[in-house]
């Protein structure tokens, strides 16, 4: 079987020229465009990779049943690499050499990503990541691009929000994940960039099971006009309950960490008032009608829904913009050519995914704003938007 | 005293209760056969899961509870007949080991059955706060706390005044001298097993409305309660109480007057220095007479 594919593979081009002219014809006649993908679908980060997987599924059958791309099929090569930093480099390997890709979309968690992108600089093939830490952009790699927004941009929006309600001193509290670290330290960062003073900065460890002592010590502190929590999981959960039993009256802001029922769910009555940045997609039904980002998020959360029958994740939601971003430059190249098929995605422009409206550039291999995100308030236990 | 102060100590108290429960499950196997059984946390996680699932089934909370305890106590039971006595005869080290491959398959069990995501419990009586000079408590603590003193009371009666009990008591001083007055070491072990499996459910329940439950809890609350019963002396009931008590208020304090980055640091920084001191723990017997 392997040795038929590589024929195939090495007799593609010369199919290509002579289908140049009769491309409909030739449909069924020419070798697929391979897409690669290495997901964690099973394992710690499966939350991550599972619905990633099903979007990737699901876009590549409705192209194909569309006509497929250029004429020719999509083909599916997806991997699950179990949130393993090792098997994603050997997936990725595979990907390359044997399965001969023609671009790259997958890595659901940065530590994926980040060791896989030695293999794809060297070897030249279009990745698409999906997963969130600036490092994986920032410095540029030729060959690589992401989708979902950064912990960055959270901290931002997060600080304009803030300086709306005339808040400058903060109090910060965050886990001891890899996500709650690089997000504290991305707010850090930008704090002053916003005239915010972060005067507090306290912990919490992975598994803790009670933050009143450190919201005590926040509570104390009279300059703290509002607390922010970058946190995953249960943490937040709790500490939210513990911010409302010790009564603190300041503003609560959680992270993008938490933006799914989830939260909601294990919080409770406790999670009112909470703000939070999120994507689009959570608040997909109620986003208003003259929302450009509408149109799209609405789409997608009802053939995954129809589909797969539970709630879509914005996870979920940068699949398919990596999917649809790879597509898009093949068309627009009107080829599958490594080199110029990179080149279109580094020149997609004004482009609206799930994840909001891409804007990407040489020195921009990620190419959202800040408007890709929304700012909400729970209220009554569901989300509503902040105007 | 300063509200800020009693805050602190209302956390760390709440906390430490849980962590002297897991800990009294330690001690009580360690007591019948010199294990320590690392699947301790898995019974405080089967308790909180089973009774999650049971609530969400449509049973009543109290109904629920009972049922995950009885549940948890008959795996402890099913642990302690198809893979620890098995191996009687195997040195103490296998029969440990034994117990940390029981709690990984029990972990993997776990999030094959119910799933891997993160459970909440509903409180007992509600989710008011109560204010206490100052500070404020939520009333699922105080179930907490009482249900330890209840637990803990059992306990010495159990112990102290049962024939059940004694005979557990006199197995854990002389094995082979119990086995001569006719006492059924086996027996005694399944019953040791089967109570601790029942007082971990019995913390995985009483803590889920605050921590919430899910497939791996039982790691934290396993390790913690381990240490809480090294600080407090492994054997020793009271010791366990002592210990877990100590841990929480420790962890609480030094959240809060020094750094909570360093919390856990210096909880066990801690939990060395007393053992350098103290090898057997606050409360324990002194291995010395135990040759």
Redesign the interface.
């Known amino acids: 079987m392997s040795i038929v594919c590589r024929f195939a593979a090495l007799g593609r081009p010369l199919v290509a020229f002579a289908a140049g002219a009769t491309l409909a014809f030739a449909a069924h006649a020419q070798a697929p465009i391979k897409i690669g993908a290495f997901l964690s679908v099973t394992g710690?980060a499966?939350?991550l990779g599972d619905p990633e997987q099903k979007t990737l599924e699901l876009y590549v059958e409705k192209i194909n049943a569309a006509g497929g791309v250029l004429g020719r099929k999509l083909q599916l090569v997806a991997y699950d690499s179990a949130g393993d930093a090792d098997k994603a480099r050997t997936f990725v390997k595979r990907l390359i050499e044997e399965d001969k890709v023609d671009a790259i979309v997958g890595g659901s968690t940065t530590g994926e990503t980040m060791a896989v992108i030695p293999l794809v600089e060297q070897a030249g093939v279009p990745f698409i990541s999906l997963a969130g830490a600036v490092v994986i952009v920032e410095p540029v790699k030729k060959w690589v691009f992401k989708t979902p927004h950064t912990d960055r941009m959270a901290c931002e929006k997060i600080f304009v929000d803030m300086k709306a309600r005339n808040i400058s001193k903060i109090g910060l509290?965050s886990g001891s994940g890899g996500f709650d670290k690089s997000m504290r330290a991305q707010c850090l960062e930008v704090a002053k960039n916003y005239g915010i003073e972060i005067v507090a900065d306290?912990?919490?460890?992975a598994?803790d099971?009670?933050m009143?002592?450190?919201l005590?010590?926040m509570r104390?502190n009279a300059q703290i006009q509002a607390v922010l929590n970058a946190g995953f999981?249960?943490g937040p959960?709790?500490l939210t309950?513990n911010f409302?039993?010790?009564?603190m009256t300041v503003p609560l802001y959680q992270s993008h960490g938490v933006a799914s029922k989830?939260f909601i769910?294990?919080a409770?009555?406790?999670a009112n008032g909470v703000r939070l940045p999120a994507a689009a997609l959570l608040v997909a039904k109620s986003l208003p009608f003259d929302d450009p980002q509408k149109k799209v998020v609405v789409a997608y959360e009802h053939e995954f829904e129809s589909r797969y029958h539970q709630d879509v994740s914005t996870f979920g939601g940068h699949a398919y913009d990596g999917l649809y971003l790879v597509v898009d430059a093949m068309k627009k190249a009107h080829s599958t050519d490594k080199a110029r098929v990179r080149d279109a995605i580094e020149s997609t422009r004004g482009w609206m995914g799930v994840d909001g409206e891409f804007n990407l550039s040489p020195k921009d291999h990620m190419g959202l704003d800040l408007s890709a995100f929304r700012m909400l308030e729970i209220k009554n236990g569901d989300w509503t938007l902040v105007k | 005293m300063s509200a800020?102060l009693l805050?602190?100590l209302?956390?760390?108290l709440?906390?430490g209760a849980?962590y002297a429960l897991v800990a009294l499950g330690f001690s009580i196997i360690y007591n019948a056969s010199q294990v320590i059984n690392f699947a301790q946390g898995e019974f405080v996680m089967i308790g909180g899961m089973a009774s999650m699932s049971l609530i969400g089934a449509g049973l009543p909370l109290p109904l629920a509870a009972a049922l995950a305890i009885v549940v948890t106590t008959l795996v402890g039971m099913a642990l302690e007949k198809f893979a620890v006595e098995r191996a009687r005869g195997a040195p103490v080290v296998t029969l440990i080991i034994i117990t940390i491959g029981a709690s990984i398959l029990l972990r993997g069990l776990a999030g094959l059955v119910w799933d891997?995501?993160?459970?909440?419990l509903p409180a007992f009586s509600g989710?008011r706060?109560i204010a206490v000079g100052g500070?404020?408590i939520?009333p699922q603590s105080l179930w907490v706390l009482g249900v330890t003193l209840v637990v803990v009371a059992g306990l010495w009666w159990f112990f102290n005044r049962t024939l059940h009990g004694k005979a557990m008591l006199a197995t854990s001083h002389n094995r082979l001298a119990a086995q001569l007055a006719g006492i059924s070491v086996r027996r005694v072990l399944l019953i040791s097993f089967g109570l601790s499996a029942a007082l971990g459910a019995l913390a995985g329940i009483l803590?889920a409305p605050?921590?919430?439950t899910?497939w791996d809890?039982g790691?934290?609350?396993g390790l913690k309660g381990f240490a809480a019963a090294i600080l407090g002396g492994l054997g020793s009931g009271p010791g366990a109480v002592l210990g877990g008590l100590a841990l929480g208020l420790v962890?609480?304090?030094s959240?809060?007057y020094v750094s909570?980055?360093y919390?856990?640091v210096i909880a066990f920084g801690i939990i060395l220095a007393v053992l350098v001191l103290m090898p057997s723990g606050l409360l324990g017997q002194r291995s010395a007479e135990r040759v």
């Not at chain 1, 306290?202 to 460890?205: A, Q, R």
């Not at chain 2, 891997?116 to 909440?120: E, M, R």
Request: glycine letters at 8%; hydrophobic letters at 40%.
């Open positions: 710690p499966a939350f509290i306290e912990t919490y460890g598994k099971t009670d009143t002592a450190q005590t010590k104390q999981g249960a959960a709790i309950k409302r039993q010790i009564g989830e769910k294990l409770g009555d406790a | 800020q805050q602190y209302l956390a760390g709440t906390i849980i891997k995501n993160i459970h909440p989710d706060p500070a404020t939520l803590v605050i921590t919430f899910s809890i790691v934290m609350l962890e609480a304090l959240a809060g909570s980055a919390k856990d």
